[in-house]
């Protein structure tokens, strides 16, 4: 491991098994690439609107790419902030940094200066890459704000805009990346990747304080793909189309974009999530499987009852990120005559997919069972012992690709971790028979606003900057379309602040829109709990339907 690190990803003997295995194959994904492009370069990898990419040509753009990075004085080991939208350019970019060795760090489109910011400085990175606009934003400025920010942005040298980098002459355009540089050599010995160092750092959903980074090797991340993409049964002729945010987890790895490019298959981009653009997609490019959001399955399920589509070829629908409710997974399937597949997964490494040949009612019941055969998960109670088979307890996790800590986060790695290396996921299950688990609830201070993850301490940190909120705590309670809403209590000197008045308040900190509460409940004191902790529960029970 050439990168500093205060944890070891996995212990040694740990490590060997997983490579006597066969699950760690020692590749790089830039050697990865490699290989897809000689296996098969004629065959399309990569379509976005009217552009599409063999594997050669991906190949070549990788390099030429990872040319224009290296001129730029980009080095292995440096850490840069990917925050694009669902573009090519992406998939290209991110194989060019494998190539040099540098470690993208996954951003999220609607990320801001906040989150943004808060990458850029626990990664350490070098760069940032930003598309101009996206979604009526412009992240331009959003940098500009964290160059100039007081606080500081590190070692940040460079920030790239993919579009036009507008009145700011010291960012780089993207394009320029791709200018025929003097030709630097790329695999150059010394300074190659090595399967085993850090290919990417994703964000955790928090859940005691700010986010933490996951970090995640060539090997490991590899294996989570190409492990997805056999259980759906993933070929050359499969087609995946990217709804959700391509930097997500499980729109790249799980198998997503990865896991298809490693079969052989074509990986479509969809610049929205919406049924009409993916429904015209589906048609247009022959799409096989496509990975959605509980909240956007009724708006799937609306169009396909709507519009004659011809979605003949979409043969996998996966959901998840949040709990699908049971009686919607059982419309589903027969609605847009798909197979369903439920996804239970973290950024820190488990993958849980439901089989395509599981009886339909643990496919629509149940959220999957681990991926690999070497995945070990403890159910325990508060106690921290095992609790009884069938019982409901926190979901403990160790595995070939979940790695045994956060990085540069020592501290906290004593709470998240147990001293033998299992993850604490935070999450309430139980096990079936079959060994598939089912998500009844959550122990961690976070709110699941239909996939995107709240870290509650986060969000009320920046509601006790308010002039008028003296205590303040965000809980999650069932909501239709969000499967969870945000409601923030709030203990004020004055009458409470309005939902809208405090959205724009936390806009102005640079906080992600989605992080805004949904509803302001406004309380003269906050309850509290034996221990003198504020009792959430009891909170969320005042406004939950019974
Ligand atoms: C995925 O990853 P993250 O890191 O954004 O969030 C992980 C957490 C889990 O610990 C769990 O609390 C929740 O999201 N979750 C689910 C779920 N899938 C994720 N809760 C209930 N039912 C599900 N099906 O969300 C993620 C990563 C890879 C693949 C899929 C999702």
């Not at 699950?23 to 690439?33: K, Q």
């Not at 609607?110 to 350490?124: K, N, Q, V, W």
């Not at 008045?501 to 309380?523: M, N, S, T, W």
């Amino acid at each position: 491991m050439t990168q500093p690190q205060t944890h070891p990803l996995w212990p040694r003997p740990d490590a060997e098994r997983y490579r006597r295995a066969g699950h760690w194959s020692g590749r790089t994904f830039g050697a990865h690439l490699r290989d897809w492009a000689a296996r098969h370069p004629r065959r399309t990898a990569l379509v976005d609107g009217e552009r599409r990419w063999t594997y050669a040509d991906l190949d070549a753009e990788a390099d030429r790419l990872a040319r224009g990075l290296r001129h730029l004085g980009l080095r292995k080991g440096d850490r840069v902030v990917v925050q694009l939208p669902n573009r090519a350019e992406f998939v290209q970019l991110w194989f060019a940094l494998q190539r040099l060795g540098a470690v993208p760090v996954h951003a999220m489109p609607g990320h801001r200066r906040a989150e943004i910011g808060h990458l850029i400085r626990i990664s350490g990175a070098v760069a940032c890459v930003i598309p101009d606009r996206h979604a009526r934003f412009d992240h331009r400025g959003l940098l500009r704000h964290i160059l100039t920010d007081q606080t500081g942005s590190g070692p940040l040298r460079h920030v790239i805009v993919l579009g036009d980098p507008g009145a700011h002459r010291d960012f780089t355009r993207f394009e320029d990346l791709r200018a025929d540089a003097a030709p630097l050599p790329l695999e150059s010995g010394q300074e190659d990747p090595d399967a085993a160092d850090l290919a990417l750092l994703l964000h955790s959903g928090g859940t005691t304080g700010l986010p933490k980074l996951i970090p995640r090797t060539h090997d490991d991340y590899a294996y989570n793909a190409r492990a997805a993409a056999e259980i759906c049964g993933l070929d050359e002729h499969s087609v995946y189309l990217a709804v959700l945010p391509i930097a997500f987890n499980f729109t790249f790895a799980c198998p997503g974009v990865l896991g298809t490019l490693a079969a052989g298959g074509t990986v479509v981009v969809s610049p929205d999530p919406s049924p009409q653009t993916a429904f015209t997609l589906i048609e247009r490019e022959r799409v096989s499987i496509t990975s959605l959001s509980p909240p956007l399955v009724p708006h799937w399920m609306d169009e396909g009852a709507r519009r004659a589509a011809d979605l003949d070829s979409l043969t996998v629908l996966q959901v998840g990120g949040a709990r699908l409710a049971d009686d919607v997974a059982r419309r589903l399937g027969p609605a847009l005559e798909v197979t369903l597949q439920q996804v239970f997964g973290m950024a820190e490494g488990l993958i849980c997919l439901t089989r395509l040949d599981d009886p339909e009612d643990l496919i629509c019941t149940s959220q999957g069972r681990p991926i690999s055969p070497d995945d070990e998960v403890l159910i325990v109670g508060p106690d921290g012992r095992p609790v009884a088979d069938g019982l409901p307890g926190e979901l403990l996790t160790r595995g070939p690709y979940t790695p045994r800590g956060y990085y540069r986060a020592p501290e906290h790695n004593r709470v998240a971790f147990t001293p033998d290396g299992f993850y604490r996921s935070g999450d309430l299950v139980r096990r079936l028979p079959s060994g598939h688990l089912v998500v009844v609830g959550r122990i961690k201070d976070q709110i699941n606003r239909g996939g995107e993850k709240i870290a509650a301490p986060e969000v009320e940190e920046h509601l006790l900057t308010h002039p008028l909120i003296t205590q303040a705590a965000l809980v999650g309670v069932p909501d239709e379309t969000w499967g969870e809403r945000s409601v923030a209590f709030l203990v004020c000197a004055g009458p409470a602040p309005g939902t809208r008045e405090l959205a724009l308040f936390l806009q102005e900190r640079g906080l992600a829109r989605y992080k805004a509460p949904d509803q302001v409940v406004g309380i003269t004191a906050m309850p509290l709990t034996p221990v003198g902790k504020i009792d959430k529960k009891l909170l969320a029970g005042t406004l939950a339907p019974t």
